[in-house]
């Protein structure tokens, strides 16, 4: 078998988008040599120029009205507080201490902490939704048949209404959709959502055209508002160029590390897995990905893969283990099943 590969030129300076700041080197993971490679990869952080506001249709508002709506009601909902002196339920796990603890002598408190009590309670949390913005997602998508199925992380409080939006949205789907059209209207929906919850979030597309040029699209930062231009950049996200995965996510893993909130969440939206022109494909790339992912969480953070990828249970579990992805079947529910996610995440 023989591989055609197409080697796609960078844009000119003058018609490129604009760069923020001088970028950054960072380092990349060789499984052969078991390395971490120092200053291997170089990272460009761009900002579009100002283009066109992006209008959403009806239809979107609408879906972003009931996303924003359901997610303010898991925010607003009373939590879980353990050990508690008092409460509706016995914390078993606090009821087993209590117990060790008057087995082996120690005295035993009047009044045990042993139950749970549901109390409202401010959460910190920011989120980092890392966007493939690869050529692979100029490609067309058929929008039917059939069901998404259900990750380990989806929250039981979200099947209210799943399935009268489902009904409505696709009697006015179009029978086919770019992926990149699918991964705008998610970007859009979910910054109306994340918006109107007044968590902090900060949005970030990325490509590449081998090591020498990471290419990390700036569509909306922690300390920026989501307004017009931070919607005008999402509207004019655009396919080109390969996913080397690995960079990014280290490029998203320093900026949301950076974050003082206790949970810090990173997403990824993608439709295939790593590759580049060089030797960053098959092994090297899922490789290099994989530590790039362990190295998220040794930093604290929680990074959840969000696919559309049908091959994705091949490659997924090995880069987030099981419990780290969801994979969507149909790509017009990849709007809910990402805001679905997060509920299941942060609640």
Known sequence: ASRVKFDLDLPSAAADDSPLGPGIRLPEWDWKRATL????????????????PFTPTPALRAT????????????AAPRPARAQ????????????????????????????A????????????????????????????????GHAPRSSASSKLWKIGSRVDAMAEAASAAPEQRVIDIIREALYVFGEALHAGGDPFEMLGFSSVRRQNVR?????????AWNEPARARVGAVKPG?????????????LRLAERPER???????????????DVYEGRYGLEDTRHAVQSAREAGLTPFCVTIDEA???????LFGQQGYALVHRPRDLVHRLAQVYAGLTR
């Open 114 to 145: 042993v139950y749970t009590r549901r109390v409202r309670s401010e959460r910190s949390l920011a989120t980092l939704l890392l966007a493939d913005l690869s050529l692979s997602t100029d490609a067309y998508v058929w929008n039917g048949g």
């Open 85 to 112: 002196p008092d409460g509706e339920e016995i914390d078993l796990d606090a009821w087993v201490r209590h117990q060790v603890e008057g087995g082996s002598g120690a005295p035993r408190s009047a009044a045990p």
């Open 312 to 318: 994705a249970n091949d490659y997924l579990p090995m």
């Open 263 to 277: 949970q810090r969440l990173l997403l990824i939206l993608t439709d295939g897995k790593p590759n580049d022109l």
């Open 64 to 75: 972003a009205r009931r996303v924003r709506r359901r997610l303010e009601v898991l925010r």
């Open 241 to 253: 160029y390969y996913t080397r995965m690995g960079a990014a996510l280290r490029y998203a893993t």
């Open 37 to 52: 490679q120092p200053e291997h990869c170089s990272v460009q952080c761009l900002i579009a120029h100002p283009g066109e």
């Open 216 to 224: 990390i699209q700036h569509l909306k930062g922690f300390d920026e």
